[in-house]
């Protein structure tokens, strides 16, 4: 990340083009700029970007991350008019960080609520509503922890506070009922990200459905700034969507 401050961006966005190898290129584009600028905007002017290093260990091979993308859903498959698109290795690391609200080398109080990294590098297709700017994020990962103890950390570690380079954020975790299906083990949650040196308009808010099926772990993520609205009729048809092509394998 910069140094320097830089201007406040907004979330990512994705462009439309009239046709269908335009459209996406300007989307991949728009994803990589948004994450890019994203970064940027929370990291260098008060607002943090969540996330945890990833372990080294594992199957995180170029083989085993195109496995983890073959389950992903297909862009075709996110529902309207969520324009998605399937993100590099680089890019995708960055996108999974925003997702569990702790930045990678944060001073995390209380000390065991860091996020417990998985044991593959992440798959990540992202997909924006232009209209509105949200954003509804498929992350997949190996892991060897269940759900369950997912849970359990959640459930103690309601309120985090990180701080990175002299920046703290609060992020509050709220668990709700979890959505019936056909997994392993599923969690529903509702996240804020709130910078102590940000404005409203950056504040990030979740509404996340976590899924698993066998060592794979599946996030679809509703993500808006400062603005608590809930597309949950597309939430949950993509989590349905993405968890049964796990299923099938």
Do not use: W
Request: glycine share 8%; hydrophobic share 35%.
């Amino acid at each position: 990340m910069p140094d320097s401050p830089c201007p406040r961006q907004p979330p990512v966005s994705v462009v439309r083009r009239r046709t269908s190898t335009g459209r996406r290129l300007s989307t991949l584009l728009g994803v990589l700029l948004g994450v890019v600028a994203l970064g940027c905007a929370l990291a260098a002017c008060g607002t943090t970007i969540s996330g945890h290093p990833r372990s080294s260990s594992g199957p995180n091979s170029t083989a085993a991350v195109s496995e983890l993308a073959r389950l992903l859903p297909n862009p075709s498959q996110f529902p309207a008019p969520y324009a998605a698109v399937e993100l590099p290795p680089d890019t995708a690391e960055q996108a999974a960080h925003d997702l569990d609200g702790i930045l990678p080398g944060a001073r995390v109080d209380p000390e065991d609520c860091v996020p417990v990294p998985p044991v593959s590098e992440p798959a990540v297709s992202v997909g924006t509503d232009d209209a509105t700017r949200a954003t509804l994020t498929v992350e997949l990962v190996r892991t060897d922890h269940t759900l369950g103890t997912l849970r359990q950390q959640l459930e103690r570690c309601g309120t985090v506070r990180a701080t990175q380079s002299g920046t703290s954020a609060t992020v509050t975790t709220e668990l709700l009922p979890p959505p019936p299906l056909d997994a392993d083990e599923t969690v529903a949650l509702r996240r804020t990200v709130r910078s102590e040196a940000g404005d409203p308009g950056t504040t990030r808010i979740m509404r996340t459905l976590l899924g698993q099926v066998g060592d794979v772990r599946i996030n679809v993520t509703y993500m808006t700034f400062g603005d608590d609205s809930l597309d949950g009729e597309a939430l949950d048809s993509l989590f349905t969507t993405a968890v049964s092509k796990v299923r099938r394998g």
